[in-house]
């Protein structure tokens, strides 16, 4: 059973940074690619950012590009997302995903095991 636990997020103000981890466990994600993905009030969920099994190849959503990070850490079987320069767009729970493939993909229909997310929570 692959289980995937964010954790990270709270509530910052504007300009400030997050960094929200996903743990997972049941599986190595060493052969997966990773995805983070979040959805705001009201809103579908979106994709955010992408991370081959290798880590070499990343790709995010336009909106966050030059502010967010995406990395992972295959020996602690966890991936990150490193958040800075927040607005109050960003606000949304955020998801971490497990793809049973090793390419990034910005499809939610790709990625086969998802977290329960974490609220981030920007004020203006």
């Known amino acids: 059973q692959v289980q995937l636990v964010e954790s990270g997020g709270a509530m910052v103000q504007a300009g400030g940074s997050l960094r929200l981890s996903c743990a997972a466990s049941?599986?190595?994600?060493?052969?997966?690619?990773m995805g983070w993905f979040r959805q705001a009030p009201g809103k579908e969920r979106e994709f955010v950012a992408t991370?081959?099994?290798?880590?070499?190849?990343?790709n995010y959503v336009d909106s966050v590009k030059g502010r967010f990070t995406i990395s992972r850490d295959n020996a602690k079987n966890t991936v990150y997302l490193q958040m800075n320069s927040l607005k109050a767009d960003d606000t949304a729970v955020y998801y971490c995903?497990?793809?049973?493939?090793?390419?990034?993909?910005?499809?939610?229909?790709?990625?086969?095991?998802w977290g329960r997310g974490t609220q981030v929570t920007v004020s203006s």
């Open positions: 049941g599986r190595s994600i060493v052969t997966s690619a």
């Open positions: 991370i081959n099994w290798r880590g070499g190849n990343t």
């Open positions: 995903a497990l793809r049973r493939g090793s390419s990034g993909s910005d499809s939610l229909s790709d990625y086969t095991y």
